[in-house]
């Protein structure tokens, strides 16, 4: 029997199409619809054949046995198979509009709802066209020449649609509405006589005034009176989707309708659609933005590090996999070098939030560069990341790797920076810095002095730390004596100063510790005078003239081992005065040496006075003295608990509370062993003489003590006898001279001192 002619032979595939799909169970052939869903957006381990048939063969086929025979012989009446199934692909594809509508045309249908219908019988008959493909490759090989190809080229086309289906169905604001079946006003269902193509389930087509898809914010703005049909079908080219091509691949067209989607903000879409695609670079690319977009940062980077691959000069990468990359990657033809390519994958990784993953791409970047001449901003880069991320020891060996000098300083300062300030200063000053070390201690001694020493991080702390892990004392002591200047120097009547001199004194003992290891030639230190503290002495300090160093410098002062004690010993001073001057712990008032002494001793705290005199290098004539009259004061006949007239004997020292006798004993007992204790005779005995004389200013008559007699008779017999006499005391002068006469006789009293003038 002649079969139809060649030009209906298209028409009588797609009937026999429709046919094989009415045959079938509604659900088997959903079955078969899912397998060939799932097997084209996924990898093909089989030849197309093998899987077409073993679709057919485990879903449509049992279901078709008595229609088996039917369709065969129409099958076999049918001439030019291969050229029909080509005829009706190249339908399904085609975006040209090759007639005009007809006057009764319903030209009320909204572009969005009619490129939605169109694609949906598309889509319908590209599957059912495969079916009927399956079925003669399962039933019937014979009657085409090459089945392979034919359903090679089927699976693209429904993997072409498929996708544009599926975006079709996405909505946009609001879920679209569905309506009733409307006609398919396009080309080849014109020319195949509008046929009732079978839907997967009923009613699908979309009501023609529904605007709220999402393609909708894709289409172009239309022109007023335009064909409807001819904007959807432009629309659809535009897409790229069907555009044809040998197997399923993506070609510029789809990667740049996916990246317009990510770029709207359907990321989750483009990760779905992109993922049905081979891995091509430019998939790679639209799919690993969208895994970022979605904080899949891990993920993406893995997808992303394939696209740079594609500017080797050794890279398989095919042209249109070239063409279709640098249809959507943000970077100029003549710049797309694997170099330049990382450097972007760092960025979009760095500007997504995931600084870690960026680390490896700036590396790569480095290693792929052409040029090794202008790398600074990468290297500073790697290590800005990695002091961001706390991953400071892997800083310090990308600062070490650095092969930029100046790039080094930046890295240096802001590692130093953010380690002190994260409190790892210890780990900071463990660190070798080969060849940087000096910088190393001009950042801190910088930080240092212009950082409020009250606020973490202690700069001054960790740079003294650092000299001491090099062995360097003397600069270890130079730091920690300008932090307690610094301390000494704040004024704000706000802060607490007694938990600021306790620094301070804390400061001053270290640096003394540091510098007591120092040879006693170096153990000093350098000061400008900006850097003195207005509480301390002013007499302690060694003035170097300015004209000794250059014009511009500041006056230096040179600060000696002995003058940091005697600071240190200061500050002990005002602690101890806290508690009795209320006004040196709410305000920065300055207290000399002079004035710490005093204190003590108004407040009768003889024993501190004594140690803050010997240590402030003060004159004690003030303090013996005014022990002297208080001790003459006290009435001999008082007795041991009459201590009510000698109220400061027990705050001069807790060691009177222990001794026997009378209150008068125990004030003469502490005077004679101040002066054991602080009148020597490299003094001259001073001390001694003073305190004779306060006795005798304070009342001649009294009688001085047998210790104070008996020790100017051994040491100094005629001062006891000139003061005596001075004083008019001529029968005690006279006593004490027959006295020292007996003892030596006449001959060794006159040898041992010289003439005694009234």
């Known amino acids: 029997m002649e079969g139809p002619p060649p030009f209906e032979s298209d028409k009588v595939i797609l009937q026999l199409a429709q046919s094989l799909v009415g045959a079938a169970s509604s659900a088997s052939y959903a079955d078969f619809v899912d397998e060939v869903l799932a097997t084209i957006r996924a990898p093909l381990e089989e030849s197309v054949e093998d899987v077409c048939v073993g679709i057919y063969e485990g879903t449509v086929q049992p279901e078709l046995r008595t229609r088996k025979k039917a369709l065969l012989g129409s099958l076999q009446a049918l001439n030019g198979l291969d050229d029909a199934v080509k005829a009706a692909l190249q339908s399904l594809t085609n975006t040209i509009a090759e007639h005009q509508p007809d006057e009764d045309e319903d030209q009320s249908e909204s572009v969005t709802s009619y490129i939605c219908n169109l694609v949906k019988s598309r889509y319908d008959i590209s599957l059912e066209i495969l079916a009927l493909l399956s079925f003669i490759a399962s039933e019937t ?16 086309v429904v993997h072409g649609l498929s996708t544009l289906w599926h975006i079709c169905q996405q909505p946009g604001s609001n879920a679209p509405k569905r309506a009733g079946s409307v006609g398919l006003e396009e080309d080849f269902a014109a020319r195949f006589g509008r046929l009732q193509v079978a839907m ?43 555009t044809p091509r040998r197997e399923i691949t993506a070609l510029a067209g789809d990667v740049k309708l ?78 797309a070098t694997p170099s330049f390519v990382y450097q972007q994958i760092a960025s979009w990784l760095e500007q997504a939030g995931f600084l870690s993953l960026a680390v490896p791409y700036w590396k790569l970047a480095i290693d792929t560069a052409r040029s090794k001449s202008d790398l600074a901003h990468l290297w500073y880069k790697i290590s800005a990341a990695q002091i961001e991320l706390g991953l400071f020891d892997d800083a310090y060996a990308t600062l070490m790797e650095t092969p930029y000098r100046d790039q080094q300083d930046n890295t240096l300062r802001k590692l130093v920076d953010v380690m002190c300030t994260s409190g790892e200063g210890e780990k900071l000053v463990r660190m070798s810095f080969a060849g940087l070390q000096s910088t190393v201690e001009d950042i801190l001694d ?23 892990q090099r062995g360097n004392y003397r600069s270890a002591g130079a730091a920690m004596y300008h932090h307690g200047r610094r301390l000494g120097a704040l004024s ?164 009177t509370a222990y001794w026997d006798g009378t209150v008068s004993e125990k004030a003469w007992r502490y005077l004679r062993e101040s002066l054991n204790r602080y009148d020597q005779a490299g003094t001259g005995y001073r001390y001694h003489k003073d305190v004779l004389e306060a006795i005798l200013n304070y009342n001649r008559h009294n009688r001085i003590p047998n210790w104070l007699s008996k020790f100017f008779e051994e040491h100094h017999p005629e001062y006891l006898i000139r003061m005596l006499l001075r004083y008019g005391l001529v029968e005690d002068a006279a006593t004490h001279t027959m006295t020292m006469i007996r003892k030596v006789g006449i001959s060794g009293f006159i040898a041992k001192g010289p003439a005694l003038t009234i």
């Open 446 to 468: 910088f930080k240092a002095r212009h950082h409020d020493p009250l606020q973490p991080p202690d700069y001054s702390s960790i740079l003294y730390s650092w000299h001491v």
């Open 200 to 242: 997967s389930e009923a009613g699908t087509s979309m009501q023609k005034d529904s605007d709220d898809f999402l393609i909708h914010s894709l289409l172009p703005e239309t022109p007023q009176g335009a064909d409807t049909r001819t904007v959807a079908l432009a629309f659809i080219d535009s897409t790229g989707l069907l």
């Open 141 to 156: 090989p014979e009657s085409v020449e090459d089945a392979t190809g034919l359903l090679a080229d089927t699976l693209v």
């Open 258 to 335: 996916l990246n317009e989607l990510r770029l709207q903000g359907h990321h989750s879409l483009v990760a779905e659609v992109a993922g049905w695609y081979p891995r091509s670079p430019a998939i790679s690319f639209v799919l690993g933005r969208a895994m970022l977009d979605l904080k899949q940062g891990e993920e993406a980077a893995n997808v992303l590090e394939g696209i740079a691959s594609v500017f080797e000069h050794d890279s398989a990468a095919s042209l249109l996999d070239r063409q279709a990359l640098l249809s959507v990657l943000p970077i100029p033809s003549f710049q």
């Open 492 to 655: 704000n009547a706000k802060l607490d100063f007694q938990s600021v001199t306790v620094n301070q004194a804390q400061s001053y003992l270290a640096a003394i510790n540091c510098l007591s290891l120092v040879e006693p030639r170096n153990a000093w230190v350098v000061s400008t005078r900006a850097e003195r503290d207005p509480t301390a002495s002013t007499s302690t300090t060694h003035h170097i003239p300015p004209e000794l160093f250059a014009f511009g410098t500041q006056e230096r002062e040179l600060t000696r081992l002995e003058d940091i004690r005697r600071e240190y010993a200061l500050s002990l001073a005002r602690l101890e005065l806290l508690p009795y001057l209320d006004e040196l712990g709410t305000s920065g008032i300055s207290l000399s040496p002079e004035d710490a002494v005093a204190a003590f001793a108004q407040f009768g705290l003889y024993d501190s006075a004594f140690t803050a005199a010997a240590s402030l290098q003060v004159s004690m004539d003030g303090l013996f003295k005014d022990l002297a009259r208080k001790c003459a004061s006290i009435p001999s006949y008082s007795g041991m608990d009459a201590m009510d007239v000698a109220p400061w004997l027990e705050a001069a020292s807790e060691r």
